[in-house]
């Protein structure tokens, strides 16, 4: 993990940070910035059936938050805001998959106080994505522990569900090549040899949506991402034609070999616009099943 503060990374992030959002901000008289934070905060619920899903897990609820980015597009205000939203969900754990922070990581606790009092039984997880490296990826997973919220590293751990048996759950730490991001979801996901269950994970959180690749290979049965925002800008109704030209797996499901990739659009910003890609924060009910592309009937993107 590293610590980096003031490395050319987080140099140059911060130079695009005030070239292209404070700047052009500066010029409108703050109207670019007033004007985001009004879009409302989406909630997306979906039921999911997954061939690979185990049976004895079906109806288990998951609050899915990603890609925060607190900072001058995502003020403490909203921070409460959002975590909020999932207060009444009925939750049976909650996931965030990374970009807690924008830039700097002080004042990120407020938000991991929020997110770890979501009442969820099973517990509170999370993984660290690009931006949280930028300052100090160290004080980020501290302030997460602090408040009580499991920061998966490269790990995998067994949690009870009641009457159930347990659900394994894996997270990785951010990496941006196919081939070192499949190297760890390889290395937490592999069964033991002497695992007495011999299975592979049935939730695996990765901020980069290409772990999907190796996820399946791993026969994991639920994959949640985010890292592309859906682009932030879309085509009308039709998430997956938008700006993150880079990610082939850039928004909403994906299904292959009984495996499911949820790429979630996230709840902040990198540049203060979103267009046909609101911010959301999503719950997933799962079951056993064939596949059916899900569809949240109350809120379609359009
Ligand atoms: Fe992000």
Redesign the pocket.
Known sequence: MSKAGSSGKYRRAKLRHALFTLAPDRLLGGRLLRRHLKDEVVVRRFEVPIPRWRSELDGLRIGHL??L?MGDLMPQERVDHINRLLMGERLDLVAFT??AVDLDWHGIERFFAGMAAIPAPLGHFLVL???DHLDDAEAVVAAARDAGITVLMDEAIDIEVADRGTIRIAGVDWSKRLQECSQQIAQVCTPDSDDVDARSCDLLLS?NPKGFIEATRQAVPLTLS??T?GGQVALKGRPDRNLAVAHRLSAGFYEREGSALFVTT?V?S?FPLRVHCPPEVVVLELRHGDWVEPVDPDNSID
């Open positions: 990603s890609d980015h990374g970009d994505g690009n931006h901020h985010g890292h925002h996230g902040g990198w």
